[in-house]
């Protein structure tokens, strides 16, 4: 099947053709959105973390970052740092130009000031996006779309239908050649005993299993009931009463037919020569989960909903589906599709399921979604720990 | 629509697909259970006895255990059923 995109310099293919302005630490992130402001089209990202961070924390941030840069969606980076931030903007423009994509860096030290800085980096994005209005959509095939899969604000009906529904989208994706990935490492608490039969790797199967075993230690060292804060309030208000409840409506995103080809580490990419469902180590929390996908390589983001959640991705198109007729109603500008004509009509996983993969098509050939025709660009990165 | 779907037979747990009311006679697959509370839209009943400590079930799966003894046509959520999992609060 075939789809209409942009083919980058190292092969990948992607669905949009950002121009991104991308900050090395939280004191860059102004001048960067000052930066996008000038440029019409240009997206930058909130970054919040990115100084005095340690270790296996800091490498999470920049992977991300890295990973942003790189993704196939976006066609050129400006990377804006302070110049003494623990990321150094030379060292991560570096990391990303081995994709050959226009890569930028400049720092707000180096340019002598805020204003200075806006100048410089305005003249370098106005010079890019002029490059990249000139590229048109080409022939790509769907095998090449890395699809994110997320649920959020969840209640009942996300298990019963809208993640299913995922499911059959995965499943189908899968087997035409293409990749998924599945996330949200604590809302496998419960059901990680059934997900770690589709491994057929037993390292990769162990390695799912730690994962989840350190997040469930995570609460337990902490001296609490996970219940505080997973599920949430609005799962709870909605008939979700456990973790375990949640995690079995949340598995069936992963659908049934596919195995498990690996997990990977939050904002790992995912393997270009090995193709299929993959597991990401993120957390409950969408918009740090989706943001760990993307910089995985995820280029579209299907995102099942019970209660309703406008989120979005500054650089993947992300669309949304509820299994709840209720929401759907409620929230008409921020929800794509309603699975929940399978519990109120009679609908199957596979009608809703077909629609949800047309629509996935139309999207990637540039339709936008409504989180996108909205502005949404939610981004969050996930903490390893604490900063210094 | 019905007024409840049973996930799995093993299941020890219905959800509930519209508001019940409490004493409201629900039936299916030959049962006639009476609600005695009611019951929002998509939260669950239990139609089955379980034991304070007993396993509630859903999807086929173990969802949390009762934190009182519960009979057909409860209301089970979060005031009477715990998780099992992530329980840090617990450890001594």
Redesign the interface.
Known sequence: MKILGYRRENGTFGVRNHLLILPTSVCATDTAEKIAAQVPGAIAVPNQHGCCQIGSDQEQTERTLEGFGKNANVGAVLVVGLGCDGIQANELAKRIAVTGKPVEAITIQGCGGTLKAIARGGEIACAMAAKLSTEVRTEGDISEIVLGMECGGS???S??ASNPTIGYVSDKLVSLGGSSILSETTEV???EH?LAERFGDPAQREKFLTMVHNV?ER?????????TG?PTPGN?A??L?????KS??CMYKAGNTAPFQGALEYSELLPLDKKGLYFMDTPGQDIDSITGMVAGGATAIVFSTGRGTPTGSPIAPVIKITG?TDTFNNMPDNIDVNAGKI??E?ATIKDLGEETFQLLVEVCNGKLTKAEALGHREFGIYKVSGTF | ?NAV?H?NSKDNLV?C?RPIKKGEKIEFEGKTYIASSDI?????MAVEDIPKGGYCY??G????EALEDLHPGDY???HN???????????A
Request: proline share 3%.
């Open positions: 209640d009942p009906t298990g019963l608490i419960g059901a059934i469930e609460a337990l060292k902490l001296g609490e009931d996970l219940r997973q709870k909605g008939g009463s456990t973790i375990e409840e079995l409506g709840n519990i109120t009679g | 629509m779907i996930v959800t697909l929002p839209k998509f939260h669950k859903k999807y799966q173990i969802i949390g089970v959520h979060v059923l715990a998780s099992t999992r992530g329980r840090g609060d617990l450890k």
